[in-house]
Structure formats: structure tokens, C-alpha cells
């Protein structure tokens, strides 16, 4: 069964950084896509990152510039490291994962971590 358990959020002032975890078991990263998501109050979820099972990577255009992702296999973690960080990317932040991620949409992810809070403030 998967597993994951993300980390990592907090307060923070924008201009900032944080770097958020995701740790995993039950499966392989490379077998599956995986990916970070982000719901601010009152929207919907969005995707920040997805990397699909053929190792292909993208992030949103918002955070394309300022956002990096990087795993760690020895200890079955994934990272997001944030910086230049904004009011906008206040919000719960999830790792996933999915089987398959054809369209690299949200409804392909059927595998969630509880979400850890970022709050981005002035």
C-alpha cells in the first residue's frame, strides 16, 4: 500500500523559504508519478509539479522560476524546496502519487499525503 506523509510547512514572510518533504513507502518512486499539489481557501487544487513514470518533469507557471524539486531514494523522500516565496502560494500543500499520469491531471492521483500548511505572509 502507499504511503506518504508530507512535511515541512510553516509560517513564513514572502521573500522567503521553506522546504517541504514527502516521505514514502510502500512502492518505488521511478514505478509510479508522483507530484505536489497546492489548495488555497476558497480554490481548487492545483498542481505545483508532476514527474511521470518515464521521468518526465514540469511545474506550473507560477512557480516554474522559483520552486525546485529533488528525491532522495536512500530515504525514500521527496523535496520541494521553495524560495522567493509569495503572499499567492499560500496554501495546503500535497504529495501524490498515481499509477498512471497520462494527462498529468489532479483526477489521476489516487494516492495523497495528509497535506502540510505553508502561510506566506507580508
Known amino acids: 500500500q502507499v504511503q506518504l506523509v508530507a512535511s515541512g510547512g510553516g509560517s513564513v514572510q514572502a521573500g522567503g523559504s521553506l522546504r517541504l518533504s514527502c516521505a514514502h513507502s510502500g512502492y518505488t518512486f521511478s514505478d509510479y508519478c508522483i507530484g505536489w499539489f497546492r489548495q488555497a481557501p476558497g480554490k481548487e487544487r492545483e498542481r505545483v509539479w508532476i514527474r511521470d513514470r518515464g521521468g518526465r518533469a514540469e511545474f506550473s507557471d507560477s512557480v516554474r522560476d522559483r520552486f525546485t524539486v529533488s528525491e532522495d531514494n536512500a530515504k525514500n523522500t521527496l523535496y520541494l524546496q521553495m524560495d522567493n516565496l509569495k503572499l499567492e502560494d499560500t496554501a495546503m500543500y500535497y504529495c501524490?502519487?498515481?499509477?498512471?499520469?497520462?494527462?498529468?491531471?489532479?483526477?489521476?492521483?489516487?494516492?495523497w499525503g495528509q497535506g502540510t500548511q505553508v502561510t506566506v505572509s507580508s
Open positions: 501524490a502519487a498515481a499509477n498512471f499520469c497520462l494527462f498529468k491531471s489532479i483526477a489521476e492521483f489516487g494516492y
